[in-house]
């Protein structure tokens, strides 16, 4: 009798669930799927984003990630190997760098908006551009990234370690070879998060990359990601509610389809690294 | 991947230093108030039309964030929907057109007008209900500008209030969000730059404009001096603007762009 | 010792290890920026001695200041303060119960077919943009909400909206704490005879209480960093709210929305509520590293 009661609550439960979830994607699928076009994606936005496409908004998109990712990615994996493999253990500077870690780890992106804005806009010089914009993100998305690769390194087995000395390698061709394909997966989860709150900030690019939703000619024009495009038509344009699900659908799918490039680009690196 | 990683980050490092060049004298940035941010678009397409080498980009955001982004730099032309505060100081204000700021609510409210105490009681919460000023028995929405905008400091001006008093529903911050926000809700009230308003009202969105003290909120009435709450619309720059800032803000005052003006329910100056 | 220092500095390790280093220490030294960054910007806010009253300005903004009226010189964040609260708890309230739930569905009814493709869907919710989540919140939720009790925008909204979005998170990390759980302990349930409810609720979920309440306070985290989503259907009152139909603002949102035009005090207001809201989830993500943690060491030793 219990157990059919239990059974009951979470099939209920479960089905509630899956109702509502099923209901904002398929609100969001159908609106913007009636929305979307080959012409909404390469023409620009014309009457405040009412009517025309997103060309601009997508290039300003990818701008502002491949910016992020070219700062955060290198920088990131350098610091997670000298941490997991090279620091003194757990000591000193090494331990100082991970409460750092953490702490930034958890700053909302509202604060690190803030910060870009000081900092790189009026401070660096940089003004409303996609740099300050990328930038920004890149110092949002380094703390996690960090952690994620750590973590990953220090959870490759020592006998690897062990393996790659007895053949006499050196510690840097360990790394390369043994060390980063083992962390493989921990690796590409990082950069999966990353990519993905990369792609759907919208607070801390308000007052970094700015609004204007025209084609950017240099990454030192402002420019408007898709994010802030849904926000702003949503917000503040009247009728402008299907093109924010048409701009939300493409945004979605621009998340799912970067995952799945990363996943293959990080596979078949690795794949070369270790056939070397 | 490493040396490419490289590569990238070089690239960026060159675009970095590449920004001394970029900056030079055919960019310009505006920044501020939202009611004068869709006209100097407009002007703005224009006179990138005249000269195509030129490139102006135009954000919103409120005329203080106008004013400060003025003169810590990050605009070259700051917009203001105001005059100047007394502390605001190194600035030169250029008028380029005149609006009001009226109440609107929902096209389906059959009020037709309130008198200033009705606002004001509105405003100040002792008022709750569509009811008790004639309408129909219907909770009232207060829609409220948040702090910054020029539009709130006028409204607040005009009939004596402190915002501490007022009781907002909501809190907006563009005029397009206003309008938006009262045309999705039969209940609200909301104040919002006349020329922003009628513009949407021409396009078939739902609210209407409600007189004050008599006289009707249109730029008819805002050109004839009679509307009671009237302000300038005023482009600000530093004490010597760059040679490009000069020229943009010539052509903003000259007799070239009075049609865009008009188009946008604002009135020339004179 | 010099020589030996500088042979290590010439071998390529030794060149690997000096520049990631230097690498590290500029990484830091960056990151640290960020901190000092904020700091300094909210530090006159945070010692700013109040000359009317005599005691610290940061006490009386805090806890006795009636309002937030930075036109008028009144910064009181209390209002701010609670809705963030609020909103947090409310939506807390609401996903941890389905969240669990659905982890226990997940772990212990579903068909594993059913269950690929239910942790495929929960997956790719947890990935949507919070702007999509406030979209649909202000076109389809408020305007739900406004024909029942106007104006919609509201405390509620915000709750509804932030609970979705922080379930599948919840559901997600529910469902990984039990399957942590040691495979022994569940079959010893099994073969004490225990009914299957009752190895859910006093085996299984006890022995991975700490992994769920470390993904609970995660979510928890995100539900008080959360600005865009809170910020569009929230209506962004500063007040402290009678009834859940009244419309709030949250710090972050306040963030977002004067950010652009404050100065001065203001300025440093908003920077010092952003450390504030940093410190408080910092201090969650900490209690959820340890619970995770010993989550951990419970199933090693076990």
């Not at chain 1, 500077?93 to 806009?121: M, Q």
Request: one cysteine or more.
């Amino acid at each position: 009798m219990i157990d059919r009661v239990f059974s009951t609550v979470v099939f209920a439960a479960a089905a509630l669930v899956v109702a509502a979830l099923v209901w904002v994607l398929t609100d969001v699928v159908s609106e913007g799927a009636a929305r979307i076009s080959w012409a909404f994606l390469v023409t620009e936005p014309r009457d405040a984003g009412r009517a025309g496409g997103i060309a601009p908004v997508l290039v300003s998109t990818l701008w502002v990630l491949v910016i992020a990712l070219a700062a955060a990615l290198p920088l990131g994996l350098g610091v997670a190997i000298w941490l997991s493999e090279f620091a003194p253990k757990q000591r000193g500077f090494a331990a100082y760098t991970g409460i750092t870690l953490d702490v930034l780890a958890g700053i909302p992106s509202i604060v690190y908006g803030l910060f870009g804005n000081a900092f790189f806009s009026v401070y660096m010089g940089l003004g409303y551009s996609l740099l300050a914009g990328g930038l920004t993100l890149a110092c949002m998305i380094l703390p996690v990234f960090i952690r994620t690769c750590e973590s990953g390194l220090r959870q490759v087995s020592d006998d690897w370690r062990q393996g790659a000395w007895a053949l006499g390698m050196t510690r840097a061709a360990a790394v390369c070879h043994v060390l980063l394909p083992a962390a493989r997966p921990a690796i590409l989860a990082g950069l999966v998060l990353g990519i993905g709150r990369a792609t759907a900030e919208t607070a801390a690019l308000l007052f970094t990359s700015g609004y204007v939703d025209r084609m950017p000619e240099s990454p030192l024009d402002s420019g408007r990601v898709l994010a802030v495009h849904i926000f702003d038509l949503s917000m503040n344009v009247t009728g402008g509610d299907g093109a924010a699900y048409g701009s939300a659908l493409v945004l979605i799918v621009l998340i799912v389809l970067l995952n799945g490039l990363a996943q293959s680009l990080v596979d078949n690196w690795f794949k070369r690294r270790i056939s070397q | 991947m490493f040396q490419r990683l490289t590569g990238l980050l070089l690239a960026v490092a060159l675009c970095l230093s590449a920004y001394g060049v970029q900056a030079a004298d055919n960019r310009l940035i505006l920044t501020g108030s939202s009611t004068v941010a869709p006209l100097v678009l407009e002007m703005a397409k224009r006179y990138e039309q005249q000269h195509p080498q030129v490139r102006i980009d135009v954000q919103t955001g409120g005329s203080t964030r106008g004013v400060n982004d003025t003169r810590t730099g990050l605009a070259h032309i700051g917009m203001a929907s105001r005059n100047l505060k007394p502390t605001e100081t190194g600035l030169r204000v250029h008028t380029i057109a005149i609006d009001g700021v009226g109440i609107i609510v929902h096209r389906s409210n059959p009020i037709s007008s309130l008198s200033n105490t009705q606002i004001i009681d509105i405003y100040t919460g002792k008022i709750r209900n569509w009811k008790d000023v004639g309408g129909r028995d219907l909770s009232i929405t207060v829609v409220n500008k948040a702090e910054g905008h020029s539009t709130l400091e006028l409204f607040l001006n005009y009939f004596a209030l402190k915002n501490s008093q007022v009781r907002p529903s909501i809190i907006i911050g563009d005029n397009e969000q206003g309008i938006k926000t009262v045309a999705g809700n039969p209940g609200a009230i909301g104040y919002v730059s006349i020329g922003a308003a009628e513009f949407s009202q021409a396009r078939g969105v739902t609210i209407k404009r409600l007189p004050l003290e008599g006289v009707a909120a249109s730029v008819a009435e805002v050109q004839a001096h009679r509307f009671p709450l009237a302000r300038p619309l005023n482009l600000l720059t530093g004490k010597s603007p760059s040679p490009l800032a000069r020229r943009f803000i010539a052509f903003a005052q000259s007799e070239a762009v009075a049609d865009l003006i008009a188009d946008q329910f604002f009135v020339v100056p004179r | 010792m010099m020589a030996k220092c500088l042979d290590h500095l010439r071998s390529k390790d030794g060149r690997w290890n000096a520049s990631l280093a230097l690498l590290t220490a500029g990484m830091v030294a960056l990151l640290l920026t960020i901190l000092l960054f904020l700091m300094s910007e909210a530090w006159p806010f945070l010692i700013s001695a109040d000359t009317g009253h005599g005691g610290n300005r940061l006490f009386t903004n805090l806890l006795q200041n009636p309002g937030w009226y930075p036109l008028e010189g009144r910064f009181g964040l209390a209002p701010m303060i609670l809705a963030s609260l609020a909103v947090m708890l409310g939506a807390i309230l609401i996903a941890l119960p389905l969240g669990l739930i659905n982890g226990i569905y997940l772990e212990f009814y579903a068909s594993a077919a059913f269950a690929r493709g239910f942790r495929l869907l929960l997956n790719l919710l947890a990935g949507i943009p919070s702007v999509v989540f406030g979209l649909w919140g202000l076109t389809r939720l408020v305007p739900w909400i406004t024909q029942w009790q106007p104006p919609g925008a509201s405390l509620l909204a915000a709750i509804l909206v932030l609970s979705l979005m922080i379930l599948p998170t919840i559901a997600l990390t529910s469902a990984s704490a039990l399957a942590s759980v040691p495979r022994e302990l569940h079959t010893g349930a099994i073969a004490l005879g225990l009914r299957r409810t009752s190895q859910i609720i006093h085996i299984m979920l006890p022995a991975a209480r700490s992994g769920i309440v470390a993904g609970t306070i995660l979510a928890a985290a995100r539900a008080l960093g959360e600005t865009m989503a809170v910020l569009m259907v929230a209506g962004n009152v500063v007040q402290i709210p009678a009834t859940l139909f009244e419309p709030v603002r949250v710090l972050t949102a306040n963030m977002a929305l004067e950010m652009a035009y404050a100065v001065g005090e203001h300025r440093a207001s908003l920077f010092a509520s952003g450390l504030l809201l940093t410190l408080v989830v910092w201090g969650l993500s900490w209690m959820a590293y340890r619970l995770g943690r010993h989550q951990r060491k419970f199933a090693r030793h076990d």
